[in-house]
């Protein structure tokens, strides 16, 4: 099986042509840089996304969180899930874990707020 990829790893955006056997990559072609392959190969056989987002304070104001690790891609719409339903309590600092273990990795605050 082939498939088309777009590398997201540096600004070059190189186009990524990937064989699949039997669920192994077995060639990448396309890549400029050796990061190229290694983003293919995982893309193929276990894509990862970290997670951006905002959520609620106790006081009614946002703030912006995001995953310190990367979760399994088919877990988004899940970890999105978890952050909707809680609040954040003040006072957070940068890198502060908000949510512990979801998915492997943990909600933290991407800035301070008093």
Known sequence: MEKKLTCIV???GCSLTVQ???????D??????PRGKVYAENECTNPVRTITSTMKCADGSIISV???RT????????????INQNTVK?????????????????IVATQNRS
């Open 90 to 106: 003040l006072p957070v600092s940068i890198g502060d874990v908000i949510i512990e273990d979801v998915f492997g990795s943990n």
């Open 20 to 26: 699949i056997e039997n669920g192994v990559v077995t």
């Open 66 to 68: 995001k995953t310190d």
């Open 28 to 33: 990448v072609q396309g890549n400029t840089c």
């Open 10 to 12: 540096c600004p070059l």
């Open 71 to 82: 979760i399994p891609k088919d877990k988004m719409t899940e970890c999105m899930e978890i």
